[in-house]
């Protein structure tokens, strides 16, 4: 399976520390060699940075664990290929634009039976995982719902999304992140966690490499930062693990919605 890293600030923040320790998963600490991206969002635009090859070895991962680049949302994702093979359009994190605005998600997990469900036809894979013929269909969903043009209030558009991620669950495992921007949705089928630290900040110290930062020194006392990640990446911090079909929605680094779908386990005729 594939591994997710997102960030939700309410100032610009580098996510280099988080992201070196991910990269280490990527062939080092973990198998996930087959592919990793990451896009940062900077006002309306974004950037992404893409690489087939594994994070840990990449030039390109050298430059973001090198160079602060600063946003306040970013999707990160390193691959461990399961659905389509090794190629740059089957790497996450995947893009479309829909409303004047660019989505960007990232999904960790497998999908069966999928391709007779997600019919689409405004948006198109380019690639040939089960990952990105998902997301199409999300954003065909939307549309279909929606209409053309960008509601005035984005929540009820998270909260049918996380009604479709739960629909895609039942075909698997579907750990999703998506954001247009503004808002971070994060969606736990099985694997999912998340901290977010604010003033009084400490020191934190990441699993998979010998590498410690003091926030204190690197922030204000005004700064809140949150960060979801498939597994814990710091030893030394509290993680709030998400519970299977729990969802959540972040903005500017607060959780602004979210809920649960439960299981239905009665057994009663």
């Known amino acids: 399976m594939c591994e997710l890293l997102a960030m939700s600030a309410n100032v610009p923040t580098d996510i280099v520390f988080?992201?070196?320790?991910?990269?280490?998963?990527?062939g080092v600490t973990g198998p996930h060699v087959d592919g990793w991206g990451?896009?940062?969002?900077?006002?309306?635009?974004?950037?992404?940075?893409?690489?087939?090859?594994?994070?840990?070895?990449?030039?390109?991962?050298?430059?973001?664990?090198?160079?602060?680049?600063?946003?306040?949302?970013?999707?990160?994702?390193?691959?461990?290929?399961?659905r389509g093979?090794?190629?740059?359009?089957?790497?996450?994190?995947?893009?479309?634009?829909?409303?004047?605005?660019?989505?960007?998600?990232?999904?960790?997990?497998?999908?069966?039976?999928?391709?007779d469900k997600f019919a689409v036809r405004r948006f198109r894979p380019v690639g040939d995982?089960?990952?990105?013929?998902?997301?199409?269909?999300?954003?065909?969903?939307?549309?279909?719902?929606?209409?053309?043009?960008?509601?005035?209030?984005?929540?009820?558009?998270?909260a049918y999304v996380a009604e479709l991620a739960e629909e895609v669950r039942s075909l698997g495992v579907f750990?999703?992140?998506?954001?247009?921007?503004?808002?971070?949705?994060?969606?736990?089928?099985?694997?999912?966690?998340?901290?977010?630290?604010?003033?009084?900040?400490?020191?934190?110290k990441l699993i998979d490499t010998d590498v410690v930062i003091d926030f204190d020194k690197e922030?204000?006392?005004?700064d809140v930062v949150t960060v979801i990640a498939?597994?814990?990446l710091t030893d030394n911090e509290a993680w709030n693990i998400m519970q299977p079909g729990q969802w959540q929605l972040f903005c500017k680094g607060e959780v602004v919605g979210g809920g649960a779908?439960?299981?239905?386990?009665d057994t009663s005729e």
């Open 18 to 26: 988080s992201f070196t320790g991910l990269a280490e998963r990527g």
């Open 38 to 82: 990451i896009t940062f969002y900077e006002g309306k635009g974004s950037r992404t940075f893409k690489d087939a090859c594994p994070s840990s070895e990449s030039h390109i991962a050298r430059l973001i664990k090198s160079y602060p680049i600063k946003s306040e949302t970013v999707i990160s994702h390193i691959r461990q290929a399961n």
């Open 85 to 115: 093979c090794v190629a740059l359009e089957n790497t996450h994190p995947f893009d479309r634009e829909l409303w004047g605005l660019n989505w960007t998600y990232a999904h960790n997990g497998q999908l069966s039976d999928y391709k």
């Open 129 to 158: 995982t089960d990952s990105e013929l998902a997301f199409c269909w999300i954003l065909e969903k939307l549309v279909a719902r929606f209409g053309d043009e960008r509601p005035e209030d984005m929540l009820p558009v998270f």
């Open 175 to 204: 750990n999703m992140i998506l954001s247009e921007g503004n808002y971070l949705m994060s969606f736990c089928s099985n694997n999912l966690s998340h901290i977010t630290r604010r003033a009084p900040f400490g020191k934190a």
């Open 219 to 222: 922030t204000t006392p005004n």
């Open 230 to 232: 498939t597994r814990p």
């Open 261 to 265: 779908f439960v299981a239905n386990t």
